[in-house]
């Protein structure tokens, strides 16, 4: 892909939002001083009683509202709304650095095969000798307690990107109605079953230390990454998805190592 490529492609921000306008406020203007700017931001309002709606239409982005309650419910509204060839997705209390979405962009240029790609976090707040330690912790555990019940990585929900024909082709098998799932967790189910995954260095996005704040908020974070990996049980049950994914990627190679039909000359 060449760089009048990359420029062709139309790049969609999406946020989920909930009473979060503060927050909101900086993301916003994070995102508006990228190198490479977003053709469109959508942020999506999930019932906010404070001014979220308000701040996302005074910084340009588009505002739509989500009635039915849950982050899996407002993410999906959002990408269902999103016209880029690429989603990127991040939370309200999330900051991003300037090169983030040039660096998203250029990634699945290098990886074609790619069909989504997340990335890593360090802490904006709290104590500042903790927030890379913190933050490193927070995501291993992530990882090791998601990956086992996966087969491959999962998808971090502040700091994930994949591309519009990879959404429509899972926008109807995903929990977008239970608002106690994860929903980069059941994306990740959903997407990794049929997409290459990738983790992308330096796209270090710098997040909220809110989940440490609140022993009774991580508690319920817990559960709902517990009650992600049961629901899809038993067709993704890890000794059979695990089978499954490992059938699919052989028959994948073995496809890739065919020889093409030669076309004869005249």
């Known amino acids: 892909m060449t760089p009048t490529d990359r420029t062709a492609l139309r790049v969609s921000v999406v946020i989920p939002a909930k009473d979060d306008a503060e927050r909101l406020a900086s993301c916003l203007a994070a995102l508006a001083v990228q190198s490479r700017p977003a053709d469109e931001v959508v942020v999506v309002d999930n ?7 308000r701040v996302a239409r005074a910084a340009g982005a588009r505002t739509i509202p989500c009635a039915e309650p849950g982050i899996p419910a407002a993410s999906a ?3 269902d709304a999103a016209t880029g060839d690429l989603v990127l997705r991040l939370d309200a209390d999330c900051l991003p650095p300037v090169e983030w979405i040039e660096r998203v962009v250029t990634a699945f240029a290098e990886w074609p095969e790619v069909g989504a790609i997340t990335g890593g976090a360090v802490f904006a707040d709290g104590p500042p000798r903790l927030r890379v330690p913190l933050a490193a912790v927070y995501l291993a555990a992530y990882i090791a307690s998601a ?9 971090f929900g502040s700091n994930l990107a994949f591309r519009r024909d990879v959404w429509d082709d899972v926008r109807t098998e995903v929990h977008r109605h239970d608002p106690e799932v994860h929903d980069d967790l059941d994306l990740s189910f959903h997407l990794g079953d049929r997409h290459v995954i990738r983790y992308r260095r330096g796209l270090g996005m710098r997040i909220s230390m809110r989940p440490f704040g609140d022993l009774t908020a991580f508690a319920v974070r817990f559960s709902r990454g517990f009650r992600s990996v049961l629901v899809h049980w038993p067709h993704d049950f890890p000794p059979l998805r695990w089978l499954r994914l490992i059938l699919r990627r052989a028959a994948g190679s073995q496809t890739d190592r065919m020889p093409r039909p030669r076309t004869s000359r005249i």
């Open 47 to 53: 019932r906010s009683s404070d001014g979220t709606a």
């Open 77 to 79: 509204t959002g990408y």
């Open 147 to 155: 990956a086992p019940a996966l087969g491959h990585l999962p998808l």
